[in-house]
């Protein structure tokens, strides 16, 4: 943790709460040691032996320049070494000069021991390791095992945190205050905790420390303390502007490019699925910040798979583009916290399976005109099967092929085998292909121009693709045309003859 081993205070080789005496009478030594071509004895309070320390006559004169106020003071105390208790914290200290990390471990953790009772009953509960309360003999002990345990690189960061957390919660820590800063300073508790935190947040996002964002939210999350809210709150915010930069960031990218909108919607997905997490472990599932984020992210998903499948039905694409799209409106669908949004998704859903399984509703009314014929009353069988080659493609059969609805998927099987027994083998044949799990299929024509045309179907606006819609579903905007095309499978599939 950069705070820690670039330190104003270990850099001049002082331990927190120097005076601004002792400060430049030690730089002033540094610089002179440092000019004339020396290295400087390191048996100080930089402890060299716990981490790499390089001594310039710049960074000297920068940790001066770094401890001239009490608020800068302050911030730098609270990430060094503070001798609070001479007479347990000098053993430890002299046992960190040289190097014996272990026993400066075994000082402070022992004047932190207290009873399980106490610590289940504490503000810090969760922690694997008991301790019991801050007191005047141990309240450095808990700042310097934070320190200590930070600048570890396998160090337990939780058990470090939650033992500052809960010295900077105690009575103690304006004693802390007064041996660092003038007294006519003036800070509380809380504004040391949000300095404290804000720092470690810092250091997470330049990932200059070994913690994810996600462990120390989940730290602060299952303890209490009291700038708990105000530091959350700010965090949450963070995340809101990071999640919406990532939405507009999607938002010019499908603009330019519609083709791989669909990739681009599955991109903002998992961008931002970590920070919705984090977001809702913050402030909750009904929390406006969060449910008004997370409508934004779904709606611009569900803008993504609507220029995806718009794009890939204008070209007529060879891709599965409906599981394709289906698929991106779930990513949508697990984001979604509004009804409204929710409600248009599932509406889009619904058109996409309607729309894939098109070929389903042309069997059943092939099926029903079949149902019913009269006594004596047969089927031109060559009117059935160019009606279906019109109307189900081999790319039709491939997008049921590849659904995920197997309920669907059955009830085309048990269509298409109705189909077969009431057809010749010659007819059976030309239409083999619907048959996709029957090894021998034969191909289809592909869609074209003998496709019913919307002068063919007159309930069909010739001015409206076959697509979605930002506000209703294909189907919503042409709620003839589907039923026409049925019809007119009806209409022109049946030539019945009368013996």
Known sequence: MNSIKNNPYRILGLLAGASTREVNRQANRLQKIIAAGHEPAKNDFSFSKIGELNRKETSVTESVTKLNLDSDKIHAALFWFWDGNPITDEVAFDALKEGNINKAYQVWEKLMEGTEEYWRQSIFPGTKTSRGPVNAKNCSAF??????????????????????????????????????????HRTNSKELQIIFLNEILREIEQGTISLTLSKFISILSSISFSAKNDFLKNVSQKFVSKIAEKVESARRQ?????????????????????????????????????????DKVANEIMQCLIDFFNHSDKIKSTNDYYNIAKKIARLADGIAVGNLVKEKIKDNIKTLEDMQFSAVQALKAVKQAY?????????????????????????????????????????????????????????????????????????????????????????????TPKNFSTEKSWIEENPGCFIAIIIGVIIFLITIFSN
């Open 371 to 463: 149902d019913n014929l009269g006594w004596n009353q047969t089927i031109n069988e060559s009117v059935v099967v160019d009606i279906i080659q019109k109307h189900i493609t081999q790319q039709d059969v491939n997008m049921i092929k590849n659904s995920d609805n197997q309920s669907k998927k059955d009830e085309y099987k048990t269509l298409v085998n109705f189909l077969f027994a009431n057809l010749s083998n010659y007819y059976k044949n030309r239409v083999n292909y619907l048959a996709y799990w029957n090894i021998n299929n034969f191909s289809s024509p592909s869609r074209d121009s003998t496709k019913i045309t919307p002068s063919e179907s007159p309930q069909c606006n010739p001015s």
């Open 254 to 294: 499908r603009t330019a490019n519609n083709a791989d909108a669909a990739t681009i919607g599955e991109n903002l997905y998992k961008q931002v699925k970590d920070d919705l997490k984090q977001l809702k472990t913050i402030v909750g599932t009904n929390d406006f910040a969060y449910s008004n984020i997370a």
């Open 143 to 184: 700042h310097n095992y934070f320190v200590l345990e930070m600048l570890q690189v396998e160090g337990n960061k939780q058990n470090a945190i939650v033992a500052n957390l809960n010295f900077l919660e105690s009575e103690y820590s304006e004693k802390f205050v007064s041996t660092i800063a003038d007294s006519t």
